[in-house]
């Protein structure tokens, strides 16, 4: 199984708080992603980064920041917390951008009432 | 409209049925995977294809090009089975664009 480990697994916040997801791989995969999969949608990507330092915007990038000052490392903020927010977030990475598969964390469930 | 459909998006199976979930794509693609969620949460690569058919245990899964369209099968399905089932597809500028996904459920 590949190397990634998500934490926290589960998290219980309220609106407005600020809220981080760290997404740990230790495959030294260039591509890193973020996605959230809610009930009756596909899985839909947040944002993904290419290398260190080097990040861009998925389709469903607003009200999300993303980090990652280290190979291993890629964060997921949320500034503000909103309801809409709830959601399980998946993160994956993969050595290249195109024509292989991704290989995913176990995920992390957060609830925002 | 998703540009990914996947049918059915629930399934219960007998166990040791033969089993076919379909996807079906409106785009250009250079490739499609299927993948599979176990109840825990955590999702593992199943196929990924651009032809053809791969078969890997008793899953197999094909694919027709010119009618945008893949099928998953489970030959001798057996309860470990039951999972969530994901097409995802890889467009040609490399975005991932992933079906809603099959619940499928195999009474024993």
């Known amino acids: 199984d590949a190397g990634i480990t998500q934490s926290p697994r589960h998290k219980v916040t309220e609106t407005g708080t600020p809220v981080t997801l760290r997404c740990h791989q230790t495959?030294?995969?260039?591509?890193m992603y973020w996605y959230r999969q809610d009930p009756g949608h596909g899985l839909r990507l947040i944002h993904y980064s290419y290398g260190v330092k080097d990040t861009d915007k998925g389709e469903v990038s607003d009200g999300y920041s993303v980090s990652r000052s280290k190979t291993e490392d890629f964060l997921l903020t949320l500034e503000s917390a909103t309801s809409s927010q709830t959601s399980v977030y998946f993160c994956?990475?993969?050595?290249?951008?195109?024509?292989?598969?991704?290989?995913f964390g176990d995920g992390t469930r957060l609830s925002i009432l | 409209k998703n540009e990914v459909e996947q049918s059915p998006q629930n399934l219960t199976a007998q166990e040791g049925e033969f089993i076919t979930i379909n996807c079906s794509y409106s785009v250009g693609i250079s490739a499609l995977h299927w993948l599979q969620q176990h109840p825990g949460g955590g999702i593992v690569s199943l196929f990924m294809?651009?032809?053809g058919k791969k078969k890997h245990g008793r899953l197999i899964a094909t694919i027709n090009i010119q009618e945008k369209h893949s099928s998953l099968h489970i030959t001798a399905s057996h309860p470990r089975d039951s999972a969530v089932y994901i097409c995802a597809v890889r467009l040609i500028g490399n975005k991932l664009v992933f079906g809603a996904g099959t619940i499928l459920r195999v009474k024993s």
């Open positions: 994956a990475i993969s050595e290249w951008s195109g024509g292989q598969p991704q290989h």
């Open positions: 495959e030294n995969h260039r591509y």
């Open positions: 294809l651009s032809s």
